[in-house]
């Protein structure tokens, strides 16, 4: 089955700086990989994805790339602030025959902290 | 349009009891999937229904199950709880035929005794 790796578990930066988050899958198959922010007793939600057709994919101060040779991808924020804090989530899921199975699998999460 | 609820938000139970949890998904999203969130071991996938059929399964005991209804609603069920059983329980729903975003609910937190 899949297996997603993420790193770093805990990121610190100062407001304003850039945040680097990366992840590898194991499955060759997978070919979606959405990010969720899960702050302190809420929900995780869905910040940006990224299907393997797509290299990378920008939205505001966020974006994810893409390295299907490599299997790893990776999300980029930029201009940082305070509310950024929270714990982020890689996932990966195949799509076999173009149905979505429902299944992510997550890597560890990393807590980003910012600095005001 | 209505976000993914879930009910109740919180339970305590004891060993050896069972529990059932319950998830409303977004109007039009006929895939409910669910998810147990642990501090150590993280999120990790039980099932996933699409029109009320099991489309996929987790790595977890057959203690626990879940069903889907004819509206999507989907509850899962754990049956002789253990201490280990304690977690964040998340559904999480999407539209399930071409689309792969999933949204989740608020979960059920779980603690067993």
């Known amino acids: 089955g899949e297996n997603v790796e993420q790193h770093p578990s805990t990121l610190s930066v100062q407001e304003g700086d850039s945040a680097v988050i990366k992840c590898t899958y194991s499955d060759s198959a997978s070919n979606y990989f959405p990010w969720y922010k899960q702050e302190l007793g809420k929900r995780p939600q869905l910040i940006i994805d990224?299907?393997?057709?797509?290299g990378e994919k920008k939205d505001q101060r966020i974006a994810v790339t893409l390295n299907k040779t490599a299997k790893h991808f990776s999300l980029h924020i930029t201009e940082t602030q305070p509310e950024d804090s929270a714990v982020y989530f890689c996932a990966a899921t195949p799509n076999a025959g173009g149905t979505s199975y429902g299944k992510l699998t997550f890597g560890q999460g990393t807590i980003l902290t910012v600095h005001p | 349009k209505a976000g993914v609820t879930q009910t109740p938000r919180y339970l305590i139970k004891t060993r050896g009891q069972q529990v059932t949890l319950s998830c409303s998904p977004i109007?039009?999203?006929?895939?409910v999937s669910w998810y147990q969130q642990t501090p150590g071991q993280g999120l990790q996938f039980l099932f996933e229904?699409?029109?009320?059929?099991?489309?996929n399964k987790g790595n977890f005991p057959g203690r626990f199950s879940g069903r889907q209804f004819s509206n999507s609603r989907s509850e899962m069920n754990v049956s002789t709880l253990e201490l280990g059983d304690s977690a964040l329980y998340l559904c999480?729903?999407?539209?399930?035929?071409?689309?792969?975003?999933?949204?989740f609910g608020p979960g059920t937190r779980l603690t067993v005794l």
């Open positions: 990224i299907r393997s057709n797509v």
């Open positions: 229904y699409f029109s009320e059929t099991q489309r």
């Open positions: 109007s039009g999203h006929r895939s």
């Open positions: 999480a729903s999407s539209q399930g035929a071409r689309g792969n975003e999933q949204f």
